[in-house]
Protein backbone atom coordinates (compact mmCIF):
# COMPACT_ATOMS: atom_id res chain seq x y z
CA UNK A 1 0.00 0.00 0.00
CA UNK A 2 1.54 3.11 -1.48
CA UNK A 3 1.03 5.80 1.66
CA UNK A 4 1.50 9.81 1.84
CA UNK A 5 1.83 11.02 5.38
CA UNK A 6 1.49 14.42 6.55
CA UNK A 7 1.83 16.07 9.91
CA UNK A 8 -2.10 16.68 10.44
CA UNK A 9 -1.72 19.69 12.70
CA UNK A 10 -3.22 22.14 13.54
CA UNK A 11 -0.71 24.68 12.36
CA UNK A 12 -1.32 28.03 13.55
CA UNK A 13 1.33 30.83 12.34
CA UNK A 14 1.31 34.62 12.81
CA UNK A 15 0.56 36.89 9.64
CA UNK A 16 3.85 37.27 8.08
CA UNK A 17 5.76 34.48 9.40
CA UNK A 18 6.93 31.68 7.16
CA UNK A 19 4.76 28.38 7.47
CA UNK A 20 6.23 25.06 6.53
CA UNK A 21 4.25 22.12 5.89
CA UNK A 22 5.77 18.42 5.43
CA UNK A 23 5.16 14.79 3.74
CA UNK A 24 6.85 11.45 3.41
CA UNK A 25 5.97 9.23 0.95
CA UNK A 26 6.58 5.77 0.96
CA UNK A 27 7.14 4.36 -2.56
CA UNK A 28 10.65 5.42 -3.33
CA UNK A 29 9.58 5.12 -7.58
CA UNK A 30 7.33 8.64 -7.09
CA UNK A 31 8.91 10.92 -9.36
CA UNK A 32 6.58 13.74 -9.34
CA UNK A 33 4.89 15.69 -6.18
CA UNK A 34 2.06 17.76 -5.80
CA UNK A 35 0.84 19.96 -3.72
CA UNK A 36 -2.99 21.67 -3.46
CA UNK A 37 -5.09 24.23 -0.84
CA UNK A 38 -8.35 23.21 0.02
CA UNK A 39 -10.87 25.82 1.28
CA UNK A 40 -13.40 23.80 3.53
CA UNK A 41 -15.99 23.00 1.34
CA UNK A 42 -14.01 23.66 -1.42
CA UNK A 43 -11.75 21.17 -4.05
CA UNK A 44 -8.56 21.00 -4.33
CA UNK A 45 -6.45 23.55 -5.72
CA UNK A 46 -3.26 22.81 -7.60
CA UNK A 47 -0.58 25.43 -5.92
CA UNK A 48 2.63 23.54 -6.80
CA UNK A 49 4.61 20.85 -8.32
CA UNK A 50 7.90 19.29 -8.07
CA UNK A 51 9.64 17.08 -10.01
CA UNK A 52 13.52 17.40 -8.96
CA UNK A 53 15.46 17.26 -5.75
CA UNK A 54 16.02 20.10 -4.42
CA UNK A 55 14.20 23.76 -4.26
CA UNK A 56 11.14 25.24 -6.71
CA UNK A 57 9.76 28.32 -6.15
CA UNK A 58 6.43 29.97 -7.27
CA UNK A 59 5.82 33.63 -5.36
CA UNK A 60 5.60 33.08 -2.05
CA UNK A 61 5.54 29.00 -2.07
CA UNK A 62 8.90 27.18 -2.04
CA UNK A 63 8.13 23.45 -2.12
CA UNK A 64 11.66 21.26 -1.11
CA UNK A 65 12.18 17.86 -2.48
CA UNK A 66 14.71 15.28 -1.04
CA UNK A 67 14.23 11.79 -2.75
CA UNK A 68 16.57 9.88 -0.85
CA UNK A 69 14.87 10.81 2.77
CA UNK A 70 11.45 10.33 0.83
CA UNK A 71 10.32 13.79 1.84
CA UNK A 72 9.07 16.78 0.71
CA UNK A 73 7.63 20.20 1.97
CA UNK A 74 5.92 23.42 1.35
CA UNK A 75 7.39 26.80 2.36
CA UNK A 76 4.80 29.70 2.35
CA UNK A 77 6.74 32.62 3.13
CA UNK A 78 5.09 36.34 4.50
CA UNK A 79 1.57 33.86 4.98
CA UNK A 80 -1.70 36.11 4.62
CA UNK A 81 -4.74 35.03 6.68
CA UNK A 82 -5.79 34.10 3.05
CA UNK A 83 -3.67 31.31 2.95
CA UNK A 84 -5.78 29.50 5.79
CA UNK A 85 -6.56 26.43 4.59
CA UNK A 86 -6.10 22.55 4.58
CA UNK A 87 -2.94 21.67 2.75
CA UNK A 88 -2.73 18.50 0.79
CA UNK A 89 0.24 16.66 -0.66
CA UNK A 90 -0.45 13.89 -3.94
CA UNK A 91 1.96 11.87 -4.83
CA UNK A 92 1.07 9.35 -8.35
CA UNK A 93 0.86 5.95 -8.21
CA UNK A 94 2.37 5.20 -11.75
CA UNK A 95 0.79 2.05 -13.89
CA UNK A 96 -0.65 2.34 -17.36
CA UNK A 97 -1.19 5.79 -19.38
CA UNK A 98 -2.43 8.03 -16.20
CA UNK A 99 -1.54 8.42 -12.89
CA UNK A 100 -3.76 7.94 -9.86
CA UNK A 101 -3.19 10.29 -7.44
CA UNK A 102 -2.76 9.51 -3.65
CA UNK A 103 -3.34 12.17 -1.19
CA UNK A 104 -2.52 12.81 2.00
CA UNK A 105 -4.97 13.35 5.17
CA UNK A 106 -4.14 16.96 5.09
CA UNK A 107 -2.70 19.73 7.12
CA UNK A 108 -4.60 22.35 8.54
CA UNK A 109 -3.17 25.84 8.19
CA UNK A 110 -4.41 28.84 9.95
CA UNK A 111 -2.62 32.60 9.91
CA UNK A 112 -3.17 34.94 12.40
CA UNK A 113 -3.94 38.28 11.79
CA UNK B 1 -8.59 30.53 -17.51
CA UNK B 2 -10.11 27.37 -18.17
CA UNK B 3 -11.80 25.13 -15.48
CA UNK B 4 -13.41 21.84 -14.78
CA UNK B 5 -16.93 22.65 -14.06
CA UNK B 6 -19.20 19.86 -12.82
CA UNK B 7 -23.32 19.53 -11.75
CA UNK B 8 -25.35 18.98 -9.80
CA UNK B 9 -23.21 21.09 -6.99
CA UNK B 10 -25.84 19.06 -4.32
CA UNK B 11 -27.40 15.85 -5.45
CA UNK B 12 -29.85 14.40 -3.00
CA UNK B 13 -31.22 11.08 -3.05
CA UNK B 14 -32.31 7.75 -1.76
CA UNK B 15 -30.51 4.74 -1.11
CA UNK B 16 -31.07 2.23 -4.22
CA UNK B 17 -31.26 5.15 -5.96
CA UNK B 18 -29.25 5.48 -9.32
CA UNK B 19 -27.04 9.12 -9.63
CA UNK B 20 -25.27 10.62 -12.54
CA UNK B 21 -22.80 13.34 -11.92
CA UNK B 22 -21.89 15.38 -14.73
CA UNK B 23 -18.50 16.75 -15.52
CA UNK B 24 -17.20 18.97 -18.40
CA UNK B 25 -13.17 18.70 -18.20
CA UNK B 26 -10.91 21.90 -19.35
CA UNK B 27 -11.28 21.69 -23.21
CA UNK B 28 -7.51 20.40 -24.17
CA UNK B 29 -7.00 17.47 -21.31
CA UNK B 30 -7.23 14.39 -22.67
CA UNK B 31 -7.44 12.72 -19.54
CA UNK B 32 -10.50 12.21 -16.73
CA UNK B 33 -10.71 11.36 -13.35
CA UNK B 34 -13.09 11.06 -10.64
CA UNK B 35 -12.11 11.18 -6.91
CA UNK B 36 -14.23 11.19 -3.71
CA UNK B 37 -13.76 12.92 -0.70
CA UNK B 38 -15.86 11.51 2.63
CA UNK B 39 -16.97 14.25 5.23
CA UNK B 40 -13.42 14.57 7.53
CA UNK B 41 -11.33 11.98 5.29
CA UNK B 42 -9.00 12.05 2.53
CA UNK B 43 -9.37 12.28 -1.40
CA UNK B 44 -9.33 8.65 -2.72
CA UNK B 45 -9.34 7.83 -5.97
CA UNK B 46 -12.21 6.16 -8.41
CA UNK B 47 -11.32 6.19 -11.50
CA UNK B 48 -8.76 7.54 -14.68
CA UNK B 49 -10.02 7.58 -18.28
CA UNK B 50 -8.19 8.13 -21.55
CA UNK B 51 -9.26 7.47 -25.13
CA UNK B 52 -12.50 6.55 -24.18
CA UNK B 53 -12.06 3.66 -21.55
CA UNK B 54 -10.99 3.37 -18.20
CA UNK B 55 -7.40 3.42 -17.48
CA UNK B 56 -7.38 2.57 -14.13
CA UNK B 57 -9.61 2.26 -11.23
CA UNK B 58 -9.72 1.50 -7.63
CA UNK B 59 -11.10 -0.63 -5.09
CA UNK B 60 -13.43 1.75 -4.62
CA UNK B 61 -15.05 1.80 -7.84
CA UNK B 62 -16.81 -1.56 -7.90
CA UNK B 63 -19.96 -2.64 -10.42
CA UNK B 64 -21.92 -0.27 -8.71
CA UNK B 65 -19.88 2.56 -10.58
CA UNK B 66 -19.39 2.92 -14.34
CA UNK B 67 -18.25 6.19 -16.48
CA UNK B 68 -18.69 7.09 -19.53
CA UNK B 69 -18.23 10.24 -22.25
CA UNK B 70 -21.05 10.46 -23.97
CA UNK B 71 -20.19 13.09 -26.22
CA UNK B 72 -16.68 15.18 -26.62
CA UNK B 73 -17.44 17.61 -24.23
CA UNK B 74 -19.55 15.41 -21.09
CA UNK B 75 -17.50 12.97 -18.87
CA UNK B 76 -19.89 10.99 -16.23
CA UNK B 77 -20.22 8.87 -13.10
CA UNK B 78 -23.05 6.69 -12.56
CA UNK B 79 -23.40 5.05 -9.21
CA UNK B 80 -26.59 2.26 -10.22
CA UNK B 81 -27.66 1.54 -6.69
CA UNK B 82 -26.68 4.07 -3.96
CA UNK B 83 -25.68 3.35 -0.41
CA UNK B 84 -25.76 5.69 2.56
CA UNK B 85 -22.12 5.29 2.38
CA UNK B 86 -21.38 6.70 -1.06
CA UNK B 87 -22.40 10.06 0.75
CA UNK B 88 -19.34 12.11 -0.35
CA UNK B 89 -18.03 14.78 -2.46
CA UNK B 90 -17.04 13.73 -5.97
CA UNK B 91 -14.51 15.76 -7.82
CA UNK B 92 -13.91 15.43 -11.47
CA UNK B 93 -10.36 16.27 -12.75
CA UNK B 94 -8.62 16.34 -16.08
CA UNK B 95 -4.70 16.48 -17.33
CA UNK B 96 -3.39 17.68 -20.71
CA UNK B 97 -1.39 14.36 -20.57
CA UNK B 98 -0.85 11.33 -18.30
CA UNK B 99 2.91 12.00 -18.07
CA UNK B 100 2.31 15.25 -17.19
CA UNK B 101 0.23 14.23 -13.90
CA UNK B 102 -0.96 18.10 -13.09
CA UNK B 103 -4.49 17.20 -12.28
CA UNK B 104 -7.67 20.03 -11.97
CA UNK B 105 -9.99 19.86 -9.77
CA UNK B 106 -13.76 20.59 -10.26
CA UNK B 107 -15.84 22.12 -8.16
CA UNK B 108 -17.49 18.81 -6.55
CA UNK B 109 -20.96 17.35 -6.54
CA UNK B 110 -22.16 17.13 -2.96
CA UNK B 111 -24.06 13.63 -3.26
CA UNK B 112 -26.34 13.28 0.06
CA UNK B 113 -27.84 9.47 0.23
CA UNK B 114 -31.41 9.36 2.71
Known amino acids: QKEVEQNSGPLSVPEGAIASLNCTYS??????FFWYRQYSGKSPELIMF????GDKEDGRFTAQLNKASQYVSLLIRDSQPSDSATYLC?????????????FGSGTQLTVLP | EPEVTQTPSHQVTQMGQEVILRCVPI?????FYWYRQILGQKVEFLVS????????KSEIFDDQFSVERPDGSNFTLKIRSTKLEDSAMYFC????????????FGPGTRLTVT
Open chain 1, 50 to 53: IYSN
Open chain 2, 27 to 31: SNHLY
Open chain 1, 90 to 102: AVPISSGSARQLT
Open chain 2, 93 to 104: ASSIAGTAYEQY
Open chain 2, 49 to 56: FYNNEISE
Open chain 1, 27 to 32: DRGSQS
